[in-house]
């Protein structure tokens, strides 16, 4: 079905504005991506993220261009010709899997934090298998899209007219949403649970922070997802929908990104490798060696996870026979104290990360 000349404005410039917008959020995403890639070593302990980064990254570039040899096609050889039927190339076929592959990546990518931050229980479980279901369904029904569109040859303004790619369509939607949904939902909850356990001001208002960009981020996927659907069914006489459909999976790719390189930047300011996590602080009393009080703070997960900081260990060592060890461990190490003992004091200096001084250690 042929577009006249009055409406191929509608169709056209909904095309144009969705490719450009997505090419603004593309170099957004290759900027966080080549950010990640400098700070982040290549070594096994990093091989999750880089890998994860790389798939994504691909996918967006395969998406990129699929939909540029679309628009290049309509809007610069096509119309300019006259043939108003928007007529898609075969190579338009793949924009829906590709955008489907990058929001399975992101989904699945979260759904494993969840179940991570949860403490592998059950319940986390059962939301990652969830999310996980859901990615499939899409995946399903980006495949059905892609081949419904090839019975009608690629016309365009045939899509809303083919019962089986509405339907399709519509799983993909839903199940789209509501995965985006239960990720939000979930996070939120778990770091409402994490800020619940600690006590220092700095974690707290870190944590508030998190909850904050989460909230902010689910938000933005959810309802660019959420007003595809609502043009897709209240105009079908126009392109609009399929502009948001261009830049759709930009969203996701660059709100992993951002997740990704603040979690590194929290490492490199902590001075460790390792990823992060949260975990509940347990303050505590105990005797030094000279008799004194000496009051720390120490996490339930070890050296593996804290929010802005690893383990620094300190040795007391006292002369003649006996040697005392203290391991100091803190949720923010800006907020530690400085202890002193009959047997010499430890200090510490941010200057970017944690740096222990220790003093003299020698009984007089």
């Known amino acids: 079905?042929?577009?006249?000349?009055?409406?191929?404005?509608?169709?056209?410039?909904?095309?144009?504005?969705?490719?450009?917008?997505?090419?603004?959020?593309?170099?957004?995403?290759?900027t966080q991506t080549v950010h990640y890639f400098r700070t982040t070593p290549l070594s096994k302990r990093f091989a999750y993220g880089i890998t994860l980064v790389t798939a994504v990254s691909l996918f967006e570039l395969g998406h990129v261009i699929t939909i540029t040899c679309t628009v290049v096609h309509i809007l610069v050889i096509s119309i300019p010709k006259g043939d108003l039927s928007f007529r898609s190339p075969p190579i338009s076929l793949a924009i829906a899997p590709l955008t489907t592959?990058?929001?399975?990546?992101?989904?699945?990518?979260?759904?494993?934090?969840?179940?991570?931050?949860?403490g592998y229980s059950l319940i986390g479980t059962a939301i990652t298998l969830l999310i996980f279901i859901l990615g499939l369904i899409q995946l399903t029904a980006s495949i059905i899209i892609a081949y419904t569109t090839a019975k009608i040859s690629r016309d365009l303004t045939r899509l809303v007219l083919s019962r089986a790619q509405t339907n399709a369509r519509m799983v993909w939607f839903v199940n789209n949403v509501v995965a985006d949904v239960i990720i939000t939902c979930s996070l939120v909850f778990l770091y409402l649970k994490f800020r619940k356990n600690t006590e220092r001001r700095a974690s707290r208002s870190w944590l508030n922070t998190l909850i904050r960009h989460t909230i902010e981020n689910g938000a933005v996927t959810c309802v660019f997802a959420t007003i595809h659907i609502i043009f897709y069914l209240a105009m079908p006489q126009n392109l609009i929908y399929l502009g948001f459909a261009y830049f759709n999976a930009r969203l996701s790719s660059n709100v992993l990104l951002a997740s990704l390189n603040a979690s590194r930047q929290i490492q490199i300011e902590g001075g460790t490798d390792s990823d992060i996590d949260f975990s509940s602080a347990i303050s505590s009393t105990e005797k030094g060696p000279s008799g004194a009080t000496v009051r720390?703070?120490?996490?339930v997960a070890r050296r593996r996870h804290s929010l802005s900081g690893a383990i620094q260990n300190a040795r007391f060592a006292a002369s003649g026979t006996r040697t005392n060890d203290f391991q100091l461990t803190t949720l923010d190490s800006s907020m530690m104290h400085r202890s002193r003992s009959g047997l010499g004091e430890v200090q510490q200096t941010m200057e970017g990360h944690s740096n222990w001084s220790v003093g003299d250690l020698n009984k007089r």
Do not use: D
């Open 296 to 299: 720390h703070r120490s996490p």
């Open 1 to 30: 079905m042929a577009a006249n000349g009055e409406t191929a404005a509608w169709l056209a410039g909904p095309m144009f504005l969705g490719c450009t917008f997505s090419y603004f959020l593309y170099g957004v995403s290759f």
């Open 101 to 118: 592959a990058v929001h399975v990546l992101v989904q699945g990518h979260f759904a494993l934090r969840i179940r991570k931050f949860s």
